[in-house]
T-cell receptor, first 116, second 117 residues
Framework: AQKITQTQPGMFVQEKEAVTLDCTYD???????LFWYKQPSSGEMIFLIY??????QNATEGRYSLNFQKARKSANLVISASQLGDSAMYFCAMRVQETSGSRLTFGEGTQLTVNP | ETGVTQTPRHLVMGMTNKKSLKCEQHLGHNAMYWYKQSAKKPLELMFVYNFKEQTENNSVPSRFSPECPNSSHLFLHLHTLQPEDSALYLCASSHRLRRLAGEETQYFGPGTRLLVL
């Protein structure tokens, strides 16, 4: 079975500082994908960044980077130069391939608050 | 309109009502999904449609009935719901590449906040 663990229910960061949101995963499938989504209070899940299990380099998208450590099964999200608009719930998710298709499994999320 | 849209954004219904949630994607995707997000719980996958065919029903009670008339539209028909069904219902879509599963990014709509009284 696949599992995503986010151990930080809440995180606080000062504006303009960097913050790391933790994510560990568990799967026996050699082919998988890791995703991070942001969910503001409005409810929409916004795709941020993707890392494939075979990717050699860590993914980056603007201020977002994914610290992928395959041997430790961790995929932490790093947000640089935090902004007030970054305050939201952040979800780590994993996709693995199954015979019926592929399934996305989500963690419980981390509530990030950026302080001015 | 672009991306994934959902209507209505908010819905209040009694336990004897019948209502429908609508999702529409404008991304040219061929797979669509319904998720339920309850307070203090991870997202729960409810249904998956690939090329208009339902490929997954994640043990969802029959009071939830999905419909996918084409690859751009997805409905969730609701009847005789319970108060514990109150949640945020999210629709998502993706493009099935039939290759490495990890490359299928799901894009979500804004959700429907449902309150069952």
């Amino acid at each position: 079975a696949q599992k995503i663990t986010q151990t930080q229910p809440g995180m606080f960061v000062q504006e303009k500082e960097a913050v790391t949101l933790d994510c560990t995963y568990d799967t026996s499938d050699p082919s998988y994908g890791l995703f991070w989504y942001k969910q503001p209070s409005s409810g929409e899940m916004i795709f941020l960044i993707y890392q494939g299990s075979y990717d050699q380099q860590n993914a980056t998208e603007g201020r977002y980077s994914l610290n992928f450590q395959k041997a430790r099964k961790s995929a932490n999200l790093v947000i640089s130069a935090s902004q007030l608009g970054d305050s939201a719930m952040y979800f780590c998710a994993m996709r693995v391939q199954e015979t019926s298709g592929s399934r996305l499994t989500f963690g419980e999320g981390t509530q990030l608050t950026v302080n001015p | 309109e672009t991306g994934v849209t959902q209507t209505p954004r908010h819905l209040v219904m009694g336990m004897t009502n019948k209502k429908s949630l609508k999702c529409e994607q404008h991304l040219g995707h061929n797979a669509m999904y319904w998720y339920k997000q309850s307070a203090k719980k991870p997202l729960e996958l409810m249904f998956v449609y690939n090329f208009k065919e339902q490929t997954e029903n994640n043990s969802v009670p029959s009071r939830f009935s999905p419909e996918c008339p084409n690859s751009s539209h997805l409905f969730l028909h609701l009847h005789t719901l319970q108060p514990e069904d109150s949640a945020l219902y999210l629709c998502a879509s993706s493009h099935r590449l039939r290759r490495l599963a990890g490359e299928e990014t799901q894009y979500f709509g804004p959700g429907t906040r449902l309150l069952v009284l």
